[in-house]
């Protein structure tokens, strides 16, 4: 049963996963970390998003993640990610990694996928340039169709168009859809996968996730008791607590560093 978040009340599952031994905070980016926006390359994290997360990866035994569709090179740029940050990133749908002191998991496509990548862009390119709005982005393992600029009667008339080019040329590609987006990949991985790498990596006793679309319910339905997971806005979701907007994620992640670095070690 999801609950909405209460700000200014404890709440046990929020000062449970506060206290838990070794703590992975994972976020989604886009409508977690940062507004949703028309030009996909223009989101950024709200700035009170972005302290709280800097509090956090600063206390001992916890680690900062996002998880993202993001390609790992567009999710850097968003995140305005350096190589001297703390924070862990999941790209790709759990496909890409990037980690502090190591950096950029060596993971990469075939060949025979980058070449079929690169010939579906090249079909759908003039294809969508009849669709007003509806902007195509290049992603390491696949394509993404964005609709959020165009009417939405020109969205469905354009997913529809590129779903036709997927069934003739590249059937076996993974079909993703989220807010206003459409996406096709070559990779199965999913955001439960990244939530299981993760926890392995950091040997995460709890792990708080939180998102705000279909590919997010991916990893709020693998969390465990230990665990807890939150709903940005509405829809139906495997989440515990729901948050109406980025900034009640930052208000929820300020409680989360406080309660945490209040703890007894």
């Known amino acids: 049963m999801t609950r909405e978040w209460q700000p200014g009340l404890t ?3 929020v000062s449970a996963i506060a206290r838990t031994e070794t703590l992975l905070v994972a976020l989604d980016f886009d409508g977690t970390a940062s507004e949703l926006v028309p030009d996909p390359m223009s989101a950024r994290a709200i700035p009170a998003v972005k ?8 206390l001992p035994r916890t680690t900062v993640a ?3 569709g993001r390609s790992l090179v567009h999710l850097r740029e968003i995140a305005e990610h350096d190589d001297d940050s703390p924070i862990v990133l999941a790209a ?5 990694y990037w980690y502090p002191g190591d950096g950029e998991a060596d993971v990469e496509s075939g060949d025979a996928d980058r070449m079929l990548r690169d010939a579906l862009l090249d079909e759908l390119a003039p294809l969508l340039s009849g669709y007003p709005g509806v902007e195509l982005e290049s992603k390491t393992f696949g394509i993404g169709i964005h609709g959020r600029p165009a009417r939405p009667e020109v969205e469905r008339r354009a997913f529809t168009a590129v779903d036709e080019v997927f069934a003739r040329r590249a059937r076996h590609w993974r079909r993703r859809t989220g807010d206003r987006i459409l996406e096709y990949s070559s990779r199965d991985e999913g955001k439960d996968t990244a939530i299981a790498v993760l926890r392995a990596h950091t040997g995460a006793t709890g792990i708080l996730f939180a998102g705000d679309d279909v590919t997010d319910e991916d990893a709020l339905r693998v969390l465990t008791a230990d665990d807890l997971g939150v709903r940005v806005g509405p829809g139906e979701t495997a989440a515990t607590l729901r948050v109406g907007s980025p ?6 992640l300020e409680v989360i560093a406080s309660e945490r670095a209040a703890r007894p070690e």
Do not use: N, V, Y
């Open 51 to 58: 302290k709280a997360l800097t509090d956090i990866a600063a």
């Open 11 to 13: 709440d046990p599952s």
């Open 66 to 68: 996002f998880i993202s």
């Open 247 to 252: 900034q009640q994620i930052a208000e929820l």
């Open 92 to 96: 790709s749908h759990g496909a890409q």
